[in-house]
């Protein structure tokens, strides 16, 4: 069975840009999370999404954004770049939320900002 | 909210055993989870333990969990130069999905 997959895994932007990401989970998976990766914060919850809704939303301001899609595939947005939106964001996906439910993570997308 | 401690390095030979320690804040914890990453790549999921439990052991690995304390522990037997990466701990509770992770312990197997 394929794993978690994300493109692109590398990408340039200069601030003021915006970014989208995409996460393919798990065939059978309907539960993507999303996660930042940076060396001082460490690895952040940004948000989880579930049969095409938002379940859960991490500390993140209004420039972040998630979409789900009825194939459970999803993509974050990062709207007017910051320099310190620089970080691995990770996807990991699951059968289904809540507790017990084991999340598979893909390889990540590293974003510089320049 | 919820925290989750760990050493940040952690230094041995290689054939001996690695112990990583984390502590975690929240009593509600129902699972814990140890992840692997790689230089450049995502995250691994090695092992998982149900809090009910106090031991988990998966070949080479063996997970201790003192509810009391909110301590765990990951011990990699015969630790090999392969087994050079960042651990993470994490935990997952009170009915939430995401997991809240420790900072990373950076183990390094010196030959």
């Known amino acids: 069975k394929a794993g978690v997959t994300q493109t692109p895994r590398y990408l340039i932007k200069t601030r003021g840009q915006q970014v989208t990401l995409s996460c393919s989970p798990i065939s059978g998976h309907r539960s993507v999370s999303w996660y930042q990766q940076t060396p001082g914060q460490g690895l952040q919850f940004l948000f989880e999404?579930?049969?095409?809704?938002?379940?859960n939303k991490g500390n993140f301001p209004g420039r972040f954004s998630g979409r789900q899609f009825s194939n459970s595939r999803s993509e974050m947005n990062v709207s007017t770049l910051e320099l310190g939106d620089s970080a691995l964001y990770l996807c990991?996906?699951?059968?289904?939320?809540?507790?017990?439910?084991?999340?598979?993570f893909g390889p990540g997308t590293r974003l510089l900002v320049l | 909210g919820e925290d989750v401690e760990q050493s940040l390095f952690l230094s041995v030979r290689e054939g001996d055993s690695s112990v990583i320690n984390c502590t975690y804040t929240d009593s509600s914890s129902t699972y814990l989870y140890w992840y692997k990453q790689e230089p450049g790549a995502g995250l691994q999921l090695l092992t998982y333990i149900f809090s009910n439990m106090d031991m988990k052991q998966d070949q080479r690995l063996t997970v201790l969990l003192n509810k009391k304390d909110k301590h765990l522990s990951l011990r990699i037997a015969d630790t090999q130069t392969g087994d050079s990466a960042i651990y993470f701990c994490a935990e997952s509770g009170s009915g939430n999905t995401p997991l809240v992770f420790g900072k990373g312990t950076r183990l390094s197997v010196i030959a």
């Open positions: 999404y579930f049969s095409e809704t938002q379940r």
């Open positions: 990991a996906s699951s059968r289904a939320p809540g507790m017990g439910e084991t999340q598979y």
